[in-house]
């Protein structure tokens, strides 16, 4: 091999060994320390979703307990434990037949669990959409079920191997033998209990109340149950006007896929580090290229205030710089690009979960309409919640250090936030016609389905807090009627329609109606109503 070959091959493996401890000294430096909570909820949710997780930790747990419970057994008394009346006692041929069954038998009921879990996720994936297959997968109670038969069975192995042809109070671990024994007696148990599981879980309501509970938590950890004031104010300052106007440099994903994941916090603190502004236009969930534009960096100009001037703290002062290789290295490490879409703490995905059940069971193939109402009203109190909350704010600040050597200036010194990071932050009008929305547009020719989306809005406009939101209501009820008009199969069902559609119009533009109660009452009701009450007269 020529020299200068060997001495290019050294050099690379050189710059890729520093890369390398670069990117790791960035993994545990301050900046990424910030996000390391979200960062550990994120790897704990994929532990979570992954099937092998707890069944692993139960082999684990069962191959600790079996030389624990041996090494007990040589220091224990012997004659106390023939006093325990459930306590194992027999000869070592009986322990090793004992073992023997409890092992086999527990890995051929784990086989069988195995497989009623594949028939389950097979069902579920043709009946609700193979989205909700982690649904299944993480499903706590048929991880733990494997997972005892597994530990037991690998317990039962261990405790077999220590079982001597000697003498019985020395060759026998009659304390682990009697613990195998009640361990198999669970698992029978648990058995039983799995059986009874699995038949509630495939069953509708369940899923749709599952993935409607995974929807509830993102919607509490985005929308506040309360107004942030301080944050309120902190939106007044001038850069949110100005910033648009500052020199802008475009930034591209760090490579294609879905964005599952912003870790503020870091990204936070990159743009204080380089005394600008990030304008992120990617939502979470939403697909990109290389080559997509997510972003923009939007450098401080010389002429505008610096934070020297904000802070009045000489060695707190950052002068603004364009972004460098260093910068979009920590970029990159910010956002969290998968090639395929999982699950995250993005309410789009969950309510997404909720909408494919009710549009396969719109399908022609499965005709369930009944599922696609209660998907609509899970739906409806997701919705409600958002509408009623404080919705996330796209801006994010920070507050820089005060001069701890300057004790009278920081005593007395107001609080002046500065704005780095602006996140897209979806609307409700956005989440109303990507849940509910789909709904309709599958269900156009489904009179039943209607009139419950037509109810919804009613349901929601309780929850209206701005006008913007009941223009959306009221939108949606022009959408449906249309929907059903040009689809519906008889004109007195689209007559029906209209009569409630006009209905809940009213009640939505009236001055008091989150104040009222709201019933449809159908021509023909109200005749049968008028005429049985003549008649009772």
């Known amino acids: 091999m020529p020299n200068s070959t060997k001495k290019s091959l050294l050099e690379k493996t050189i710059a890729t060994?520093?890369?390398?401890?670069?990117?790791?000294?960035?993994?545990?430096?301050?900046?990424?320390?910030?996000?390391?909570?979200?960062?550990?909820?994120?790897?704990?949710?994929?532990?979570?979703?992954?099937?092998?997780?707890?069944?692993?930790?139960?082999?684990?747990?069962?191959?600790?307990?079996?030389?624990?419970?041996?090494?007990?057994?040589?220091?224990?008394?012997?004659?106390?434990?023939?006093?325990?009346?459930?306590?194992?006692?027999?000869?070592?041929?009986?322990?090793?037949?004992?073992?023997?069954?409890?092992?086999?038998?527990?890995?051929?009921?784990?086989?069988?669990?195995?497989?009623?879990?594949?028939?389950?996720?097979?069902?579920?994936?043709?009946?609700?959409?193979?989205?909700?297959?982690?649904?299944?997968?993480?499903?706590?109670?048929?991880?733990?079920?494997?997972?005892?038969?597994?530990?037991?069975?690998?317990?039962?192995?261990?405790?077999?191997?220590?079982?001597?042809?000697?003498?019985?109070?020395?060759?026998?671990?009659?304390?682990?033998?009697?613990?195998?024994?009640?361990?198999?007696?669970?698992?029978?148990?648990?058995?039983?209990?799995?059986?009874?599981?699995?038949?509630?879980?495939?069953?509708?309501?369940?899923?749709?109340?599952?993935?409607?509970?995974?929807?509830?938590?993102?919607?509490?950890?985005?929308?506040?149950?309360?107004?942030?004031?301080?944050?309120?104010?902190?939106?007044?300052?001038v850069d949110i006007e100005q910033y648009k106007q500052w020199p802008a440099t475009p930034i591209y994903a760090p490579h294609s896929g879905y964005l599952q994941q912003i870790y503020v916090e870091s990204v936070v603190a990159l743009a204080k580090d380089y005394g600008g502004i990030i304008r992120l236009h990617t939502n979470l969930g939403d697909f990109v290229t290389d080559r997509n534009i997510i972003g923009y960096f939007y450098q401080r100009p010389d002429d505008q205030v610096s934070h020297l001037q904000k802070t009045k703290t000489s060695n707190l002062a950052l002068l603004a710089r364009r972004p460098d290789g260093n910068f979009w290295q920590r970029l990159s490490a910010c956002v969290d690009l998968v090639r395929r879409p999982t699950h995250s703490n993005d309410i789009a995905y969950s309510l997404g979960q909720v909408t494919e059940i009710a549009i396969r069971a719109l399908s022609p193939g499965t005709n369930d309409p009944k599922t696609a109402i209660s998907c609509v009203q899970s739906l409806t109190i997701c919705l409600s919640v958002m509408m009623r909350r404080q919705p996330p704010s796209p801006y994010h600040f920070y507050t820089p250090d005060h001069d701890h050597d300057d004790l009278t200036i920081t005593t007395n010194r107001p609080r002046l936030p500065i704005l780095a990071v602006i996140t897209k932050t979806p609307k409700i009008s956005g989440f109303i016609d990507a849940s509910l929305g789909d709904i309709r547009r599958y269900a156009t020719a489904d009179l039943m389905v209607l009139k419950t989306l037509c109810q919804a809005m009613t349901d929601l406009n309780y929850s209206c807090v701005n006008d913007g939101q009941r223009q959306t209501l009221l939108r949606e009820l022009t959408l449906i009627e249309r929907a059903g008009e040009e689809n519906l199969a008889y004109s007195e069902l689209v007559d029906d329609l209209f009569a409630m559609c006009r209905q809940a119009r009213q009640f939505i533009e009236g001055d008091s109606a989150q104040h009222q109660h709201f019933e449809y009452t159908g021509s023909f009701s109200a005749h049968i109503h008028k005429t049985l009450e003549s008649q009772s007269s």
């Open 17 to 237: 060994g520093i890369q390398g401890l670069k990117q790791f000294s960035y993994l545990w430096s301050t900046d990424t320390l910030a996000s390391l909570p979200e960062r550990l909820k994120n790897l704990w949710q994929q532990l979570i979703g992954s099937y092998w997780f707890i069944p692993t930790a139960c082999v684990l747990l069962g191959i600790l307990l079996a030389p624990l419970l041996i090494a007990i057994d040589e220091h224990f008394d012997r004659k106390a434990v023939k006093e325990i009346g459930f306590a194992f006692t027999g000869s070592d041929a009986a322990a090793r037949a004992i073992m023997t069954a409890i092992a086999g038998a527990v890995l051929g009921v784990a086989g069988t669990t195995f497989s009623i879990t594949i028939a389950v996720l097979s069902m579920a994936s043709s009946q609700f959409g193979p989205r909700l297959l982690r649904n299944f997968l993480t499903d706590t109670s048929n991880q733990l079920v494997l997972g005892a038969f597994i530990g037991t069975f690998s317990y039962s192995l261990l405790v077999l191997k220590a079982i001597h042809k000697q003498d019985v109070a020395f060759g026998v671990p009659q304390l682990a033998v009697t613990f195998a024994i009640i361990m198999a007696i669970s698992c029978a148990l648990l058995l039983v209990y799995f059986i009874q599981h699995m038949v509630h879980a495939i069953q509708a309501s369940h899923v749709i109340q599952h993935a409607s509970d995974d929807a509830m938590e993102n919607i509490d950890y985005w929308y506040g149950k309360y107004c942030d004031v301080q944050h309120q104010r902190d939106v007044e300052q």
